[in-house]
């Protein structure tokens, strides 16, 4: 399927000013990390920036040194922002989309502003706020890169810090729980931990020789 128009050489405002033109105000931006990954959490950010010119760039575009700076830029000057998270049991019991919206949730109810509309990747989120789920959001929204920023390096953090030092023989600090070849070798001699989704195949395929 085709994904969409190539996104413009900058994330701008073009989504937002169609919800604030129907009287949606304030509208944040949304992006997750972990969706593709075999081990670890979904963790979703939602973000509210002042109008402006902002330097935030899909997280997948800016090299990893510099990604903590520009999510503390995020924060630093965000009206409102949140982050939320869906476990690796929750994602095995809801599935992916549910449960990333689950992390949507969660991060929302975090924030002390409640968006009443929200821009997402190709993500349906039902609640009481008008949506538009636009291909490539996080590369055209400034506000869904910036979201970009804070779910990816919350994420990062969270699989260095917490999941690294549970699970040290996992390399989880390398390669965040994705399927990194020394991953997959490390599933192979070890078998899957609490922090592996066992519904996914490569899992699932480990979990079966294990006692």
Do not use: N
Request: charged content about 25%; overall charge positive.
């Amino acid at each position: 399927m085709a994904r969409g128009p190539a996104a413009p050489s900058r994330p701008g405002w073009s989504f937002e000013r169609r919800l604030w033109r129907a009287g949606h105000t304030p509208v944040a931006g949304v992006d997750e990390a972990g969706r593709g990954a075999l081990a670890g959490p979904v963790v979703a950010a939602v973000v509210v920036l002042p109008p402006g010119d902002h330097p935030f760039r899909d997280s997948k575009t800016v090299p990893e040194a510099a990604r903590d700076d520009a999510a503390a830029h995020v924060r630093a000057v965000a009206l409102a922002w949140g982050v939320g998270r869906a476990e690796a049991e929750e994602i095995d019991t809801l599935g992916v989309p549910a449960a990333t919206v689950l992390a949507v949730r969660r991060a929302i109810a975090t924030m002390p502003l409640r968006p009443a509309g929200l821009i997402t990747d190709w993500l349906d989120v039902p609640g009481p706020w008008a949506l538009l789920a636009p291909a490539r959001a996080d590369a055209r929204s400034v506000q869904a890169a910036a979201a970009s920023l804070l779910a990816k390096t919350e994420r990062d953090r969270w699989m260095r810090e917490r999941a690294h030092l549970d699970y040290p023989v996992y390399g989880f600090e390398r390669h965040k729980g994705y399927g990194a070849p020394a991953h997959m070798q490390a599933l192979h001699d070890h078998g899957p931990c609490p922090l592996h989704r066992r519904r996914f195949a490569p899992v699932a395929q480990a979990s079966l020789f294990r006692p």
